[in-house]
């Protein structure tokens, strides 16, 4: 190998690097992201890339010419990084520019995030929850499909009540009904524990019942207070606070004597009318209680001693009241809506009169 040779073997693989440089420019130049940018850096720099293998001829180089060569790969190193800089340089440019060039009117009034609300009958719920919570009760639920045994049985219903009858209750395989009602779960409350017990349970129940005034599903709260000593007074003293804070202090109630199977005695419960207040003239054309002065929410009544005996409890020991209400009536009349159906369109324009505070 002559002098000459190495030098002209040395010189191809300067220009080689050189050439290296400018591949690598124009490959970059279509590119917007660094991440590709690093990625096409990777096939000229890396392990395997397009300037180790150059480095490759390093070897066969006489001495004396490798300094200028290795330079010349540092060089070539050094600008594939400048020009990655570069042209991120530019593109942020471009970007600001482009930002600059866009006219934003800073005064048009904001895109506001429309926040979701709760569905009225669940704000029902929660704010009975919350009121019968204050008074000692605890929140007990139970399952949708029951057994004969919970829902009428154990509840002192007879095999011939017109509740059990296939035009009335939704049953289902394996010997099961969907719940007619929620008192079922006085049941389960009672079979899981001894007394006391003090709960209210909230929850949809089911009948075969579909028309302006009735759907196949809708939702009740039960109520049962069962220990020693309980008594008719507890009953109406606890119905009186209850719908004193759900219509308002001056609210008073009205006890109609009823027949319940699972209650003896029992009672319908009617609230004094909150928008007439009960008073003439505005009552004569009150369109809430229809004249009547008196709204219906429930039945009531003291524990039946045939169910305190079924699940097990000593009915000459304690005592108990129950009561239940139909939590889209309570809706109705404390919203004022009209028709039964609207809970269940959820038309956005109904939903929407109930924000959520
Ligand atoms: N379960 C009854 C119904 O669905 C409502 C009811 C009445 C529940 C009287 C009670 C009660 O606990 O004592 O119509």
């Known amino acids: 190998m002559t002098p000459n040779e190495g030098t002209s073997a040395a010189q191809d693989l300067i220009s080689a690097f050189e050439r290296l440089t400018a591949e690598f420019a124009a490959e970059i130049a279509s590119l917007s992201s660094e991440q590709d940018m690093r990625a096409v850096q990777a096939r000229y720099l890396g392990k395997k890339g397009k300037a180790t293998e150059l480095m490759k001829g390093l070897g066969r180089l006489a001495p004396a010419d490798r300094p200028a060569v290795g330079e010349s790969a540092n060089r070539a190193r050094a600008a594939i990084e400048q020009a990655v800089q570069s042209r991120l340089h530019d593109l942020a440019g471009a970007d600001l520019a482009a930002d600059l060039e866009r006219k934003i009117d800073v005064t048009l009034p904001g895109r506001g995030r429309r926040a979701g609300t709760l569905h009225p009958l669940t704000r029902v719920r929660l704010e009975i929850e919350q009121i019968f ?19 009428f049985d154990a509840l ?11 035009q009335d209750t939704f049953y289902v395989e394996g010997g099961f009904i969907l719940r007619s009602h929620t008192s079922p779960v006085q049941i389960r409350t009672m079979l899981a524990g001894p007394p006391p017990v003090k709960i209210i349970a909230p929850g949809n129940v089911f009948r075969r019942d579909d028309d302006a005034t009735h759907t196949p599903m809708f939702p009740q709260c039960e109520g049962l207070h069962v ?33 319940f199977p699972f209650t003896e005695p029992s ?19 009150c369109r809430l209680c229809k004249g009547t002065g008196w709204l ?6 003291m524990v039946h001693p045939n169910v305190l005996a079924a699940v097990g409890y000593d009915k000459y020991d304690v005592t108990g009241f129950a009561f239940g209400m139909g939590l889209s009536r309570m809706a109705m009349l404390k919203y004022g809506v009209s028709d039964l159906r609207l809970f269940y ?5 109904f939903l929407r009169q109930f924000p959520t505070s």
């Open 267 to 285: 009672a319908e419960v009617d609230a004094s009318c909150f928008l007439c207040e009960g008073k003439q003239p505005a009552r004569s054309t």
């Open 345 to 349: 369109e959820n038309d956005l324009r």
């Open 133 to 151: 919570h204050g008074m000692g009760f605890e929140v007990r639920t139970g399952p949708w499909i029951e057994t004969e045994w919970n829902n």
């Open 296 to 301: 219906e929410i429930g039945g009531s009544g």
């Open 227 to 259: 220990d020693r000593n309980v008594s008719f007074e507890d009953l109406k003293a606890t119905l009186i606070a209850f719908v004193q804070r759900f219509f308002g202090p001056d609210t008073q109630i009205r006890l109609r004597p009823s027949f």
């Open 156 to 166: 002192n219903t007879p095999a011939d009540h017109p509740a059990r009858d296939m």
